[in-house]
């Protein structure tokens, strides 16, 4: 295919109106696989096509693009970088909008691949193709938004492209998106950062540049804010995945204002604050260091977020998302129980109302599938702790409704209950709080598997109707 497409090129050139040999040429390069385009196209002069968007003939731009699209996946970016660095930087300030969108594609895709290594780093510096991005983004938000995307994957690559990227200039003026008037833009920056913030070199530096004081500081700000509801979650956010990659403890005594508001939002039952505030206690309360950070709070981390009131009266939606959030929060797997953390979980779980069992007990009878199954994914949390087991064994009829196969249909809810018996049994005193018997008969649950159904004899009398 390589003597045709090349053939083509040369008819290209020597046509004064070249669209026929141009639709051809699209033709050619549609029909051949990019793996085999690759090697067809290795030393083209494409610098033919792009030189045709040179034009007002809108159908020439279209058919010129849909060569180029095709052709230029088939290249190393290496490749695309030095040898076409001139046409893809004309090609971001062309009038014609699909020639501008087509060059950034092709660019990001280039910058992205050519991070991963310290030559196509090099590579991609020497193209000062960053410099002209920078140039591009001011005439259209979304192009702003792609690159500050394709700087912060550039940036996490290692700490030899973040410096790169600082170098270039583009990190800095994201980062001055956070304090822009433009609310929208703010969250978006927020977010950007965020998956900076990823990497341990990113939070360093975003610790040296001072941003991580600043966010604490927006967070501050965001009270007397009318339109804070649209960047704080994001801000939550940036300090919850914070604390889970480096310290709950270290983040939160640090920068004691980001649980203070989340605590905040959770009463709050605004439907855009709240949902993140409880996936943020969670995802906290998840870890050992998490719960004994929640516990210094000096009041039950369930009592202050009303978690037993958006759990009973939320939107159903609201509902599950604080269920999951209480699941998270009293895990305590086997390895990790000390006397001191299995009488935290118990008090929490008890702070969730006078007799919790009957309460997550009777979400779990509701007839939404999404709530049975977080209901249960509750009692699965606390099934291995001796004390949920004890008051399990104390509740009437509950070891006997873990074991009922009839309770939840749905394939989800077999496999929570499944996952609820693998908790209980994987605990040592699980034998002892509920006896030899009731043990037997987990096992046998657990050996028969989530989807066991008890064969029903029927007998046939002839005549019967």
């Keep these: 295919m390589a003597a045709p497409i090349e053939s083509l090129l040369n008819e290209i050139c ?4 070249p669209i026929e040999e141009l639709k051809s040429l699209r033709t050619a390069v549609l029909a051949t696989p990019v793996s085999s385009l690759r090697q067809a196209v290795s030393g083209a002069r494409l610098e033919i096509i792009f030189g045709l968007l040179n034009t007002n003939d809108k159908e020439q731009i279209e058919v010129c693009v849909e060569i180029l699209s095709r052709v230029l996946q088939a290249l190393e ?5 030095q040898n076409y660095k001139t046409a893809l930087q004309s090609g971001l300030n062309h009038p014609n909008d699909s020639v501008r969108l087509l060059t950034l594609t092709q660019a990001i895709a280039a910058l992205s691949k050519l991070s991963n290594t310290k030559a196509g780093l090099d590579a991609l510096f020497r193209s000062d193709l960053l410099n002209k991005l920078k140039d591009v983004m001011l005439t259209n938000d979304i192009i702003r938004y792609r690159v500050y995307e394709l700087i912060v994957e550039v940036s996490t690559v290692s700490p030899v492209s973040l410096g790169y990227c600082a170098n270039s200039g583009l990190i800095s003026q994201m980062l001055e998106e956070l304090t822009g008037d433009d609310v929208l833009v703010r969250a978006t920056a927020i977010e950007m950062v965020t998956s900076l913030a990823q990497s341990q ?4 530096y975003l610790a040296q540049q001072g941003i991580i004081d600043k966010i604490s500081n927006m967070i501050i700000a965001a009270e007397s804010d009318p339109f804070s509801s649209l960047y704080l979650p994001g801000l939550v ?5 914070l604390a889970i990659m480096d310290s709950p403890q270290q983040v939160c005594e640090k920068y004691p204002v980001f649980l203070e508001v989340v605590f905040s939002m959770a009463i709050n039952l605004d439907p855009t604050l709240t949902p993140v505030a409880l996936d943020t206690l969670g995802v906290l309360g998840r870890t050992v260091e998490g719960k004994q950070v929640l ?3 000096g009041s039950c981390v369930c009592e202050r977020s009303r978690m037993s009131k958006v759990a009973a009266d939320g939107a159903t939606e609201l509902r599950v998302r604080c269920l999951e959030a209480l699941a998270q929060l009293l895990t305590l797997p086997v390895e990790q129980q000390t006397d001191d953390l299995l009488l935290l979980t118990e008090s929490w779980f008890n702070c969730l109302s006078s007799q919790p069992m009957l309460m997550i007990r009777n979400i779990s009878t509701q007839p939404f599938p999404e709530l049975h199954c977080s209901a249960l994914r509750i009692f699965t949390a606390i099934g291995c702790q001796p004390w949920a087991q004890q008051l399990m064994m104390d509740t009437p009829g509950f070891v006997e409704w873990v074991m009922d196969r009839s309770v939840g249909t749905g394939k989800e809810a077999k496999d929570c209950k499944f996952e609820l018996v693998g908790a ?3 605990s040592s005193s699980i034998q002892e709080i509920f006896g ?3 043990y037997l008969k987990l096992k046998t649950y657990l050996n028969e598997g989530p989807y066991y159904v008890n064969a029903v004899s029927s007998v046939t009398t002839e005549g019967a109707d």
């Design 14 to 17: 020597e046509s004064e109106d």
């Design 77 to 81: 970016p290496i490749q695309l970088a």
């Design 201 to 204: 070199h990113g939070r360093q």
């Design 237 to 241: 956010k940036f300090f919850g995945s």
């Design 295 to 297: 516990q210094k709070t």
């Design 424 to 426: 209980l049994l994987s």
């Design 436 to 438: 030899a018997h009731n």
